[in-house]
């Protein structure tokens, strides 16, 4: 299968924390890869492969991966975090190389 | 540091071909082993993969588009580019280019340029 499905939107409390995840298939075989995007921006990289984080991304961010599960932690959140955050992984399948997920609203109170 | 820059016209009316370039600075779309794509977003949806050319010149493109779709390289100028032929409504959206690596059963994308939307109209 190449879906990868996400929770529409999710809301977490300044400073507390909040969890990601995407489902699919694929996950059993691959790594995800996460991604920020905010309103009129381009996506951007903050997690990939077992939990690494490309330089200046906060170490309040990390990820995680269990049987055909990725998740994505923000670890005390901040108003700067909300966003939509993308899942994105090689498809297991061989037909669709590369899928992302339906993607998250988070939205900090 | 890696940057990259899209760049095409941002009206094309529909069954034409929509054509774009991202223009990569900072390093060079013919050395080391990464996978220059192109991703698209309809307003208010989410993120599609469209295709990549490997820096050998190799391509890999989305199967719902692959027979509408190429992608090529330019390396004179430092860029790849994409051709999207017979265009409806739906083929508009902001188009990102992206620099892909992979390694095993890791994979990401970053950079990414800062997009440009394309609006298919008569």
């Known amino acids: 299968s190449s879906e990868l499905t996400q929770d529409p939107a999710v809301s977490v409390a300044l400073g507390q924390t909040v969890r990601i995840t995407c489902q699919g298939d694929?996950?059993?075989?691959?790594?995800a890869s996460w991604y920020q995007q905010k309103p009129g921006q381009a996506p951007v990289l903050v997690i990939y492969?077992?939990?690494n984080r490309p330089s200046g991304i906060p170490d309040r961010f990390s990820g995680s991966s269990s049987g055909n599960t990725a998740s994505l932690t923000i670890t005390g959140a901040q108003a700067e975090d909300e966003a939509d955050y993308y899942c994105?992984?090689?498809?297991?399948?061989?037909?669709?190389?590369?899928?992302f997920g339906t993607g998250t609203k988070v939205t900090v109170l | 540091q890696v940057q990259l820059q899209e760049s095409g016209p941002g009206l094309v009316k529909p069954s034409e071909t929509l054509s774009l370039t991202c223009t990569v600075s900072?390093?060079?779309?013919?050395?080391?082993?990464?996978?220059w794509s192109w991703i698209r977003q309809p307003p208010g949806k989410g993120l599609e993969w469209i295709g990549y050319?490997?820096?050998?010149?190799?391509?890999n493109y989305n199967p719902s588009l692959k027979s509408r779709v190429t992608i090529s390289v330019d390396t004179s100028k430092n860029q790849f580019s994409l051709k999207l032929s017979s265009v409806t409504a739906a083929d508009t959206a902001v188009y990102y280019c992206?620099?892909?690596?992979?390694?095993?059963?890791?994979?990401?994308?970053?950079?990414w340029g800062q997009g440009t939307l394309v609006t298919v109209s008569s």
């Open positions: 492969g077992k939990n």
């Open positions: 694929s996950l059993r075989s691959y790594y």
């Open positions: 992206a620099r892909g690596e992979m390694a095993t059963i890791i994979h990401w994308f970053d950079p």
């Open positions: 050319i490997y820096y050998s010149g190799s391509t």
């Open positions: 994105n992984s090689r498809d297991s399948s061989g037909n669709h190389p590369f899928v």
């Open positions: 900072g390093g060079s779309v013919s050395s080391g082993s990464y996978y």
